[in-house]
């Protein structure tokens, strides 16, 4: 089936360690996004791709990196400059005309990162 | 300026009964998109609806529909016959056109649905 598929789902993060988040998308989708979701609140743009080897900050790129390598995979590095890093992370895809405003954004399943 | 406004942190609907979770937006383009979308407990986003700010008539899927009034800027969900399984989070959210990627999303109504 098509869809979005994170790993891992649960991620253990030491001080001082990047840690990479895995997103791989089977939709054709040319633009791929990363949010991070705190308890109690909505999502929150990092980091998002348009098309293969080209992204763009979102409103919470800082401690964050990302790369588009290949249209099918968007992973996202937590590095260690990123002091709190305890949150759920959803990956995101949608459709080709990525200007159209009713295209919706179709998420996976998440990743729960916590801080060891 | 927060441009997604969900005033309900929570509600409660009897099984069998509709509920409206409230959506209010702010914008000042002329073309833009509204979405909700369902967060169940195990955390995934599913897409519930659409409404595009040109449509005439509200959206409907399902048992859901979109109560649009586009001169009050609000966007409300309503789930008729709500069912245990419709116990979940649920974000309202906008995306404007004119290059911006971003859906903006609110803070979330968590509904529990009582049998």
């Known amino acids: 089936d098509g869809g979005i598929t994170q790993s891992p789902k649960y991620l253990f993060r030491k001080e001082g360690q990047n840690v990479t988040l895995s997103c791989e998308q089977n939709?054709?989708?040319?633009?791929m996004y990363w949010y991070r979701q705190d308890p109690g609140q909505g999502l929150r743009l990092i980091y998002y791709?348009?098309?293969?080897?080209?992204?763009q900050k979102g409103d919470i790129a800082e401690g964050y990196s990302v790369s588009r390598e290949k249209k099918e995979s968007f992973p996202l590095t937590v590095t260690s400059a990123q002091k709190n890093p305890t949150a759920f992370y959803l990956c995101?895809?949608?459709?080709?005309?990525?200007?159209?405003?009713?295209?919706?954004?179709?998420f996976g399943d998440g990743t729960r990162l916590s801080i060891l | 300026a927060q441009k997604i406004t969900q005033t309900q942190p929570g509600m409660f609907v009897q099984e069998k009964e509709a509920v409206t979770l409230d959506c209010t937006y702010d914008?000042?383009?002329?073309?833009?998109?509204l979405f909700w979308y369902k967060q169940p407990s195990s955390g995934e986003m599913i897409f519930l609806i659409y409404?595009?700010?040109?449509?005439?008539q509200n959206a409907t899927e399902g048992r859901y529909s979109l109560n649009f009034q586009k001169a009050r800027k609000s966007a409300n969900l309503v789930i008729s016959a709500s069912q245990l399984g419709d116990s979940a989070m649920y974000f309202c959210?906008?995306?404007?056109?004119?290059?911006?990627?971003?859906?903006?999303f609110g803070k979330g109504t968590k509904l529990t649905v009582n049998p």
């Open positions: 939709l054709n989708h040319d633009a």
């Open positions: 791709s348009q098309i293969v080897n080209d992204f």
């Open positions: 995101a895809s949608s459709a080709d005309d990525s200007r159209a405003v009713n295209q919706p954004q179709h």
């Open positions: 959210a906008m995306r404007e056109w004119g290059g911006s990627e971003k859906l903006v």
């Open positions: 409404q595009g700010s040109y449509d005439e």
């Open positions: 914008t000042s383009d002329q073309s833009y998109g």
